[in-house]
């Protein structure tokens, strides 16, 4: 597609459950990001690739949060043990490099009940 | 540490009426970089503007403008004849200006309705 694909666009899960995030960035962008944003308020940066390898993941909150980028184009979000605070908006956004424009996807909404 | 604030949470303006969103920001960085965005009510974030720090120039892209002034660490988002398809959420945001350029600090968001 011609931008950033993320999927689900919605996720309810169990308190406790593991789920899984996908981002498909757009062709040929070595850089990819997460971000979370919860309600009411502005995103907050959880990590960035360039290529396959995780550039700088000082943005996730403890260890239940783990990205992977395999083979340097989809990457996937994974949370083991949901907890309520989970609860957010995900977005993910890609870039030609690490300092040109960054393009985002339209997010996926987790809802951990 | 970076940090953005956007002391308006929401603004409501009528149809026609010019329209300024606040930004300031703190960083120890010399070289950074300034963004814009627009979140309408779809969700997704729509880059407006990037601004690295070295160049204060104001800029004017049609009804928008923006005021960088370093000397108060603000950069400030104007809307001119502001219309109801400018309502959304906009977002100012900090980004380190090495190769990390898009590692975004953004602020909490200024809520603007434009009324017809």
């Known amino acids: 597609g011609a931008g950033v694909s993320q999927t689900p666009s919605n996720k309810v899960t169990e308190k406790g459950k593991y789920v899984e995030l996908r981002c498909d960035p757009i062709s040929g962008h070595t850089a990819l990001y997460w971000y979370r944003q919860s309600l009411g308020q502005g995103p907050e940066f959880l990590i960035y690739?360039?290529?396959?390898?995780?550039?700088?993941d000082s943005g996730l909150p403890n260890d239940r949060f783990f990205a992977v980028r395999p083979e340097g184009s989809v990457s996937t979000l994974k949370i083991q043990r949901t907890e309520r605070g989970d609860s957010a908006v995900y977005l993910c956004a890609s870039s030609l490099g690490g300092s040109t424009e960054a393009f985002f996807g339209q997010g996926t909404r987790l809802t951990v009940v | 540490a970076q940090k953005v604030t956007q002391a308006q949470t929401e603004i409501s303006v009528v149809e026609k009426e010019d329209v300024t969103l606040d930004c300031v920001y703190e960083?120890?960085?010399?070289?950074?970089?300034l963004f814009w965005y627009k979140q309408p009510p779809s969700g997704e974030l729509v880059f407006l503007i990037r601004r690295n720090s070295f160049d204060e120039q104001n800029e004017i892209s049609g009804r928008y403008s923006w005021n960088f002034q370093k000397s108060t660490s603000s950069f400030n988002f104007t809307i001119t004849a502001s219309q109801v398809v400018d309502s959304a959420v906009y977002f100012c945001a900090l980004a380190p200006g090495d190769n990390a350029g898009n590692m975004l600090t953004f602020g909490g968001g200024t809520r603007l309705m434009v009324k017809p």
């Open positions: 690739f360039q290529g396959t390898g995780a550039a700088d």
């Open positions: 960083t120890r960085d010399t070289t950074y970089y």
